[in-house]
């Protein structure tokens, strides 16, 4: 991979990382592992899309009602040239398609369908006691 990097002329590669452990933020969500992902393909298994509120760095203290696909295969390499291929569903899923948004410039308030949905977290929610991002 350095080889190609020293070769070419701009940027060759896209990567996300991404994972979540145990974690005060989403009590109830499932662990993702940790991984980096190199050139990522998603694929939708189906038109399924459910709406959830999202939150990121790149916006602290804001939070949306988000809508993404339920199901998707995803695929890649790691780190060490290693192929991913993952199908995966739920919070999984949704964690993978916004960090790839990330990738293409787009920030999770641009998928809101609705704005009423979209303000600072301790606004809409005053009696939650989440963490900062």
Not at 32 to 51: C, F, Y
Not at 68 to 85: F, K, P, T, V
């Amino acid at each position: 991979m350095q080889w190609q990097l020293g070769r070419s002329c701009g940027v060759g590669l896209r990567v996300v990382i991404f994972g979540v452990q145990a974690n005060s933020r989403y009590p109830d969500a499932e662990t993702v592992p940790d991984t980096v992902l190199i050139n990522p393909v998603i694929t939708l298994l189906d038109e399924n899309l459910k709406e959830d509120w999202e939150g990121c760095l790149s916006v602290p203290g804001l939070t949306g009602l988000v809508p993404r696909y339920c199901n998707i295969r995803y695929q890649g390499s790691d780190e060490y040239g290693a192929l991913i291929d993952r199908t995966v569903s739920g919070f999984h899923a949704r964690v993978v398609q916004h960090e790839c948004d990330h990738l293409d410039g787009v920030l999770y308030p641009m998928r809101i369908r609705d704005m009423i949905n979209f303000g600072y977290r301790d606004v809409l929610f005053p009696d939650s006691h989440t963490p900062d991002e």
